[in-house]
């Protein structure tokens, strides 16, 4: 069982080196890739999707997840994922993003990794110390018991209140940024 897994692996090694190095179009990065996560996406379950991102953190994010929908605009994307990230030599699990709701799939761009709900939008960042996500920022909607709204933006420890022009506008960070699209290996599918 042990050689078998241990072939698997090495095939699934090698596809995903491939396959980054015709849809990348860029050997280094695939070779970078694949050098930093194959052995963890080659130790993947059957039922669990990936998808190795660029954020602003330092290296590559790998996220996972078992569980994912069809977005309607080809995207195999997810509410929630774990997120892995290689640092000093050891690729380590720096935590957990959800969403609330498939019309809020985990997203990301430059800035971070982003979840959201009907109320709320929170954008993640990689903290190169210590490998862990940490949450940059957070919007919140909020009623009192008349069912008036109130607006909140925590960041860096704070919290101030927004408008509610202050935070439709913050929201459209999340708006903008790419839904994250899971795969199995290198099928795509």
């Not at 849809?23 to 695939?30: E, M, Q, Y």
């Not at 970078?32 to 954020?55: K, R, V």
Request: proline share 1%; aromatic share 12%; net charge negative.
């Amino acid at each position: 069982m042990y050689k078998i897994k241990r072939t698997i692996s090495c095939i699934v090694v090698f596809v995903l080196t491939a396959s980054l190095l015709c849809s990348c179009g860029n050997k280094n990065k695939s070779e970078e890739y694949a050098a930093m996560y194959g052995s963890t996406i080659g130790g993947l379950e059957d039922d669990e999707l990936f998808a190795i991102i660029e954020t602003n953190a330092s290296s590559p994010v790998l996220l996972v997840t078992s569980q994912f929908y069809d977005d309607g605009s080809g995207n195999q994307a997810a509410l929630w994922c774990n997120v892995y990230y290689a640092i000093d030599g050891e690729v380590k699990n720096a935590g957990m993003i959800e969403s609330l709701g498939t019309a809020y799939p985990v997203s990301y761009d430059k800035t971070g990794i982003y979840a959201a709900s009907g109320h709320g939008m929170q954008r993640f960042e990689i903290d190169g110390k210590t490998g862990t996500i940490v949450l940059a920022e957070g919007i919140y909607e909020q009623f009192d018991e008349n069912g008036n709204a109130a607006y909140t933006l925590e960041k860096g420890g704070k919290t101030e209140v927004l408008t509610e022009e202050a935070y439709y506008k913050a929201f459209e960070k999340y708006s903008e940024a790419a839904v994250v699209n899971f795969t199995y290996g290198a099928s795509g599918t």
